[in-house]
């Protein structure tokens, strides 16, 4: 039986362990963070406590609400240890230091709970040598729970088991870390590395040899070693000065030691003089004064690189690399373009790979996990053996045996094969006994993937579909570039609610970008406002306020599931669904001000609506508008889903889910839910406070701005925000409706894009993705 | 004989009433530049092109450029003709006066290039190449280049070209092979051939500054590989005196169609001695600065020939006595009337006439825009106007060129048999204005700058400063009943573009092709668009002015010509909306086997 976990202590309030407690807190667990007895003060306690406030003040943020905050318990070992006694999981993120966990684990076994398990983060110790001394019991209980940096936003969990972990314990972690915590968890046997980082490690150590050995550029290995592989585009160097390039030496020399002999890990570890004489001078990454990409401000922010031949800074330059152009989107034909690039490519991606096949049946008997550990922990849009089907097996075989590499048995048994395919419409991957097996979702999954791969579109044009997601429900995915809204997604909307009305039984709204959706077109926007183009500008924005009344005032629910950014009028159609179930990292936000407009898709609408009915707060026609005001004008954005429940972006029927893979499951629950006896919603009445509530909020506008905070074309914006929140000309006598302040809405939008500092605003955010401060 | 009197008159309304020409001496740099000096600056340029270089154009063109013993001999009165013009000041006119130029506006140096190539094409050329060298250097050189070369083409004492094209490459010059070795002096030996280089080769200063695209060693391919070069004929001496001959020469002359008196020369460069021009690779830039100077210039070619081939069609069709007016009998006393009377050719010379008119509208607004750009003290307005330069430039090139060769035609047409013999010169204007719609980039080049560079350059911005104005004025004046017959073809016109760029951005975005099919009717509507709403601005600048106010009718005869170009020339806009919309299926499937 798989024993709940609802109390946690994590030992070490290092980055990780603080961190790890952090994230337990954001699952809405109540946590025990200890360290060791602070030496100086009174408060014995204080490296767990400072731990914890520190992490209030980092970006990117290890806690999603301050709710969370409190509920960690900071405390010392020497005092508090007593406290894991009633914890069902026990995470050690101590030192990496054996005598020091093994010594820690006898104190533990002494005080915790029977039923308890005990985790370690431990990056380099084998499970074996961590419990060697420890009682049976313990080494049941025990199991090594391996978090990436930083472990509220890396999905990936590595956890392993030893050969007396019972089963539970393992199956009750994993259940805890996929439901509580959201984590992705591959399992991994006790090898160095695990998965992950042993071809990771690996990756970026060749990486560096040969373009050092090579005479790159770092900008250009970078260019090279990125996008055209699917890989972040920070690359090898980047990649490394975010990790720090003094934890290298540490996690290679414990992987060179523990490895084989004849592991082919040995010969791309490589000294290089360059990496090891800035590590000695202190250039650790961006955490110290630099790495291999540096801010130089002495000489007033010049970007700088290293040169690898010299060790000398100079300053940055884009990327020269035509061999990318050149190779098309074919990586092999990068892979084997003649000149430096070419080949300085192959001999990083085609040993990476070689490496890769080298793991299954040694760090993991299932390619599938491998690719899954490289896509969540090193964030590949896809994983080495999805790259080599991609290439193509005898293709990417036929390279390798070029190059002198070993060729894993695994390649051997794909020849003529790919480890992927479809059968049925069903995903199948290839494994050790070379036969395929069916790549089946876990219960509580539903990945819409999985269903366009099975079928066909209800409804579809050039920027949404409508699916079948099953069980009555239908999903509305965005299609469109950045999951950007355009007349043919308003279109689309349209034309699916009378077919969700006769066919299914609600609807959920639902994508799988890495944003849910980052508003309107704004290149169609921008390029029709400078055509002044002013007629079918109004008729798209009147046509988005018509499809998004058409959801709220549909006969069936809607609910929209977002994840990642959910901005402009993505965050408006989701203020229009009648209940949203969010993923955790969703972040939300009316944003317009930023390009210089008014939220015109009902946003404001909606906003005013909630900030009225909200019991929380106080009464009047003024107190709303006013709040509402300060949300957009300041195009705030929430930090998580439990952040944007406090700016009523959410409301608190809405749901969150942990997990992103079960995000469209837990949406389509709620969407049945609610459809058990749903009634269309009444249309608010608004009473607004008209022109006075109008001078008020250009007041708070004026004060900014004369503390610099505004500028002259924020002033402008927040000028037309005032006339929509407060009403327009109306009195407090008089009840808006709804059109009338969509009607608002349109009015000042329209104004507002005719501005130049808005056109400047519009341009600038498309050119550099950054809002303009004119 | 051919007959030229610059239009002053148009000149002065297009740039004191229409363009805020008195607004030029409140910018910075331009403040000498009053009412005052403007028309004295207009006055001598009238007097210089009617009666010096006018009178050369047809024995110019009768007598064309000879090759002798590898020099080049330029026909009979053209040096005397050049000297006077050099001693006049007007190689200089719109130079840096940190050079000895006289800094004058580009809307005053337009008009002088359009009286000048109304009265002779061909000479222009060789004081226009010169100008388009002095630019490239004066963006791009370093100061020892700028200061050993400027003052000697401004006060026009040297020349200059621009060498680009060679036999294997013309629009494509990513394909060049001309080569630049470094020496240890820091110059560089050029070797290779270039063609269709005008003035490359004359007898009218001591010397010829040839700027040179050419490959260093181990250059990208393509146009991220091609360097800029300043190779002289004669080397200059370390006092700036010319010293000994470089090792570049012309090695023959090509025989053209018209600007017959313009030398086309084909040079060679064996180990010419040149010094490199800005950074390695990096010449395209400094050859796209010129060049867009130079297509405004060459806009204005087609204006001023069209408006030659007009005045001579105008006063033929009142000499001319051929049949009667079908309305009956104008001219009882003679034994025929005027061909004046008859509509086909009051068609032909009303076309002509707004043709003329309306272009002249459009290079003024360009190069008054341009002025803006270059010393409005305002960063922000340099910007939109360089953005509106950068739009219009495209389009004045081609639509002017193209219009001008259509106005000459009409000139010949008038004339009818007379016009295809050649004493009456107006098959030369037709013959000279052909080249203009092929060099500086061919017209379907330009249609390709401004469908696929323009248009879509910073998600339309550059489309803004013409289409807000535009939006604007229609917006503003769509109430006004006398107006009415103007703004309302504009607002159609303008409505027609409005779609048709929509739908060539949308279109261009998946297939480009789409777009470039589209692309030369694109270009003219646009032109036509933007020709209407200069007519609009210019018939409501002329309504005051009817009746007493007007003795000479010229404010008459503005608003008549407007009504005309709406009702008759403007509609061609329907059709070109038509055939952009259709897209371009029919010619991209045509099988390529079957032409």
């Known amino acids: 039986m798989v024993e709940d976990i609802r109390r946690v202590a994590v030992i070490g309030a290092g980055v990780m362990g603080a961190s790890i407690a952090a994230h337990v807190a954001n699952a809405g667990l109540p946590v025990v963070l200890l360290d060791i007895v602070a030496k100086d003060g009174d408060d014995r306690s204080a490296i767990a406590r400072g731990a914890i406030e520190r992490m209030l003040k980092t970006e990117p943020a290890p806690f999603m609400s301050k709710a969370a905050a409190r509920l960690v318990t900071p405390g010392n070992i020497d005092d508090d240890l007593g406290l894991i006694a009633d914890c069902d999981l026990i995470v050690e993120a101590v030192v990496e230091r054996l005598d020091v966990k093994q010594a820690l684990y006898e104190r533990i076994d002494a005080l915790r709970k029977p039923t308890s398990i005990v985790s370690s983060n431990t990056s380099t110790i084998p499970l074996g040598r961590l419990v060697e001394s420890q009682s049976a019991a313990f080494r049941r209980d025990f199991v090594i729970t391996h978090f990436f940096n930083p472990p509220r936003y890396m999905r990936l969990l590595e956890v392993v088991g030893g050969p007396d972990t019972r089963a539970d314990a393992l199956d009750a972690v994993t259940a805890f870390a996929d439901l509580a915590l959201g984590k992705s968890v591959v399992r991994c046997k006790d090898r160095p590395g695990f998965i992950a980082n042993r071809l990771g490690i690996f990756w970026l150590a060749v990486g560096v040899a040969e373009a050092a050995e090579r005479g790159l550029a770092v900008e250009d290995a970078d260019a090279l070693i990125g996008r055209p592989f699917g890989i972040p585009k920070t690359g090898i160097f980047a990649l490394i000065d975010l990790v720090g390039l003094d934890l290298m030496p540490h996690v290679i020399g414990s992987m060179a030691g523990a490895l084989a002999p004849d592991d082919l890990f040995h010969r791309v570890n490589r000294p290089v003089a360059t990496v090891e004489a800035m590590i000695r001078a202190g250039y650790t990454g961006r955490k110290g004064k630099g790495g291999f990409y540096r801010l130089n401000r002495e000489r007033g922010k010049v970007k700088e690189a290293v040169d690898l031949a010299t060790g000398d800074y100079r300053p940055e330059r884009p990327a020269r690399v035509p061999a990318i152009e050149e190779a098309g989107r074919s990586m092999e034909a990068l892979m084997r373009h003649p000149g430096q690039h070419g080949r300085y490519a192959r001999a990083v991606m085609a040993a990476t790979l070689a490496y890769a096949a080298l793991l299954v049946g040694d760090a993991s008997d299932e390619v599938d996990a491998i690719d899954e550990a490289m896509r969540l922990g090193y964030n590949w849009k896809e994983g080495p053996f999805e790259l080599i089907d991609r290439i193509g097996v005898d293709r990417f075989t036929a390279l390798i045996v070029e190059d002198g590499l070993p060729v894993a048995p695994i390649l051997r048994t794909a020849a003529g094969r790919s480890f992927y395919r479809v059968e049925g419409g069903i995903r199948q991957v290839l494994g050790l006994d070379g036969t395929y097996r069916d790549l089946v979702r876990p219960a509580g999954v539903i990945m819409l993937a999985d269903v366009k791969r099975a079928g066909e579109p209800v409804l579809k044009n050039g920027s949404a579909a409508l699916w079948d997601v099953g069980d009555g429900v239908a999903c509305l995915e965005f299609t469109g570039k950045m999951n950007t809204l355009d007349p043919d997604v308003m279109d689309l909307i349209v034309r699916a609610v009378p077919v969700v009305a006769e066919r299914f039984r609600a609807l959920v709204i639902y994508n799988e970008g890495s944003n849910f959706s980052v508003g309107a077109n704004l290149g169609l926007a921008l390029f029709a406002a400078n055509i002044a183009a002013w007629g079918e500008i109004e008729k798209l924005v009147a046509a988005g306020q018509e499809a998004f009344k058409a959801l709220k005032y549909a006969p069936f629910p809607v609910v929209g599931a977002p994840s990642g950014m959910a901005l402009g009028g993505g965050c408006e159609i989701l203020l229009h669904c009648h209940a949203v179930q969010a993923h955790a990292e969703t972040y939300m936000g009316l944003v317009e001000a930023g390009v210089g407009v008014v939220p015109g898709w009902g946003g404001c609408k909606e906003m005013l609506a909630r900030w009225q009915a909200t019991p929380k707060h106080p009464r009047g026609p003024m107190p709303g508008p006013m709040k509402v005001f300060e949300i957009v004008s300041t195009a705030t954005v929430s930090k998580s889903a439990a952040d944007a429940g406090d700016l009523l972006y959410l409301r608190p029927r809405d749901g969150i889910t942990m997990n992103r893979y079960r995000l469209l499951a837990d949406a389509k629950a709620m969407a049945l839910r609610l459809a058990e006896d749903f009634a269309t919603p009444v249309p608010p009445d608004y009473i607004l406070p008209g022109p006075s509530g109008r001078v008020a909020m250009e007041m708070a506008v004026a004060q900014y701005a004369r503390l610099g905070k505004a500028t002259p074309h924020d002033a402008v914006v927040a000028g037309g925000l005032a006339e929509v929140l407060s009403g327009g000309d109306t009195d407090l006598l008089q009840p808006l409706g709804e059109d009338d302040v969509l009607a608002l809405e349109r009015r000042v939008f329209m104004r507002l894009l005719r501005t130049p500092g808005t056109l400047a605003r519009v341009e600038h955010m498309l050119e550099t993705g950054k809002p303009l401060r004119n | ?595």
């Open chain 2, 1 to 595: 004989m051919p007959i030229y009197k610059a239009p002053l008159r148009d000149m002065r309304f297009v740039l004191y009433e229409l363009m805020d020409g008195d607004g030029l001496a409140a910018l910075p740099g331009l403040e000498t530049f009053d009412r005052t000096l403007t028309d004295a600056i207009l006055d001598e340029a009238a007097r210089l092109c009617e009666t010096v270089l006018f009178p050369l154009n047809r024995s110019g063109d009768e007598e064309g450029c000879r090759f002798e013993n590898g020099t080049v001999a330029t026909p009979a009165g053209f040096a005397e003709a050049y000297r006077l013009f050099r001693d006049g000041g007007w190689t200089s006119l719109a130079c840096d006066p940190a050079y000895g130029g006289q800094g004058a506006p580009a809307t005053v140096a337009t008009l002088f290039q359009e009286m000048m190539c109304s009265a002779n094409l061909s000479f222009g050329t060789y004081p226009g190449l010169s100008h388009g060298a002095y630019v490239a250097l004066h963006g791009y050189a370093s100061d020892d280049i700028k200061a050993l070369y400027l003052p000697k083409l401004v006060d026009g004492t040297w020349s200059g070209t621009m060498c680009l094209t060679e036999p294997h490459c013309g629009t494509d010059l990513g394909l060049i092979r001309t080569s630049a070795e470094p020496r240890e002096d820091g110059s560089y030996a050029l070797f290779g051939t270039k063609i269709f280089i005008s003035a490359g080769e004359h007898d009218l200063t001591e010397n010829i500054v040839h700027l040179v695209l050419a490959r260093l060693p181990g250059a990208p391919k393509g146009t991220a590989g091609i360097s800029l070069f300043v190779v002289p004929k004669v080397l200059p001496a370390e006092d700036g005196r010319p010293g000994l001959r470089n090792a570049v020469a012309c090695g023959s002359l090509e025989h053209k169609m018209g600007i017959r008196a313009s030398a086309t020369c084909l040079m060679n460069f064996d180990g010419a001695t040149g010094w490199l021009v800005g950074e390695p690779h990096k010449g395209m830039r400094a050859m796209f600065a010129m060049m867009n100077a130079e297509r405004l210039a060459v806009g204005v070619q087609g204006l001023g020939l069209g408006e030659v081939s007009y005045q001579n069609a105008v006063a033929y069709a009142r000499d001319r006595l051929q049949g009667r007016s079908l309305a009956g009998t104008k001219a009882p006393d003679r034994p025929a009337d005027p061909i004046l009377v008859h509509p086909d050719v009051r068609r032909m010379l009303l076309t002509a006439r707004a043709h003329v008119e309306g272009c002249r509208a459009l290079a003024l607004w360009a190069a008054r825009v341009l002025d803006d750009a270059l010393h409005h003290p305002d960063p922000a307005e340099r910007q939109a106007a360089d953005d509106f330069v950068q739009l219009v430039t495209p389009v004045v090139k081609a639509l002017l060129t193209d219009l001008g060769f259509e106005t000459t035609n009409l000139g010949v047409q008038v004339f009818g048999g007379h016009g295809y013999i050649r004493e009456h010169g107006q098959e030369q204007h037709v013959r000279d204005a052909r080249i203009a719609q092929i060099y500086e980039g061919t017209n379907g080049i330009q249609a390709l700058d401004l469908v696929g560079r323009k248009m879509p350059a910073h998600a339309g911005r550059y489309l803004r400063r013409f289409f807000h104005p535009v939006a604007g004025y229609i917006e503003a004046k769509s109430a006004d009943p006398e107006l009415a017959a103007f703004v309302g073809p504009l607002a159609k016109a303008f409505g027609r573009l409005q779609q048709a760029t929509a739908t060539i951005a949308r279109r261009g975005l998946s297939r480009p092709e789409e777009a470039g099919a589209a692309a030369s009717e694109y270009l003219h509507l646009f032109g036509l668009t933007a020709l209407a709403y200069l007519w609009a601005r210019m018939a409501e600048v002329s309504l005051p002015h009817l009746g007493a106010a007007d003795p000479d009718g010229f404010y008459r005869a503005k608003v008549a010509t407007a009504r005309f170009y709406m009702e008759r020339i403007l509609p061609r806009t329907g059709a070109l909306a038509a055939q952009i919309m259709a897209g371009g299926r029919t010619m991209m499937d045509f099988e390529d086997a079957a032409f």
